[in-house]
């Protein structure tokens, strides 16, 4: 009897066009060019106190600047690059001391009004970030309970004490919504701030 020899050659072509089908799809960079996070770490609350210390430290910093004559346009565009979400989307802007059609600021330009002034676009503008703070801090609710975590997203909700060169404090209300990006970081996409109507000392 003649064995007819056996060719494995499309049965080999076949086992690896399946398993080439069955593979996991390759992973797509981010928009920055960054490989895109296939499995994201929870957001913690200690990553949103440190987001919003940023925030302070960073404030700080355009201030420091400006009284020491520094280059502190060039500070504020850094942090509105690096604190926000402008890089790669939206940010709903509403600061403390701002009224009429410019209360909402919706572009980086009118964020960065608001911290230093100059922008005859804005001319109600004189720089919040320039008064001379050399203290900020911030509480969210009672210790940590007005920090909300969902997902991708962090919201908080308390008050940010700011200390001027006399000693003098301004606390504010203010709201803040993060977004973790695709190198997982935390983003600014929603600031909401007004003046604390908290009751004076000794009179609660």
Known sequence: MMIKPVSFGY??????AMAVACSPPAEKPSADGMPAMSARAPITVEEVNAAQQDWCDALLSISKAHTEGADYASIAVSVLETNYNYPVGRVLFKPTLTFGNQTFRLDKEGAAAYFIGGNPSFPNDDGFALKGWTGCAFDNGASNDGVLIDGDFAFTMGN????NATGDVTTVDKFW???RDDAGKLRIIVHKSSLSNAVPAGME
């Open 11 to 16: 049965a080999a072509i076949l086992v690896s």
């Open 160 to 163: 940010v004490m700011l200390t």
């Open 177 to 179: 919504a993060f977004k």
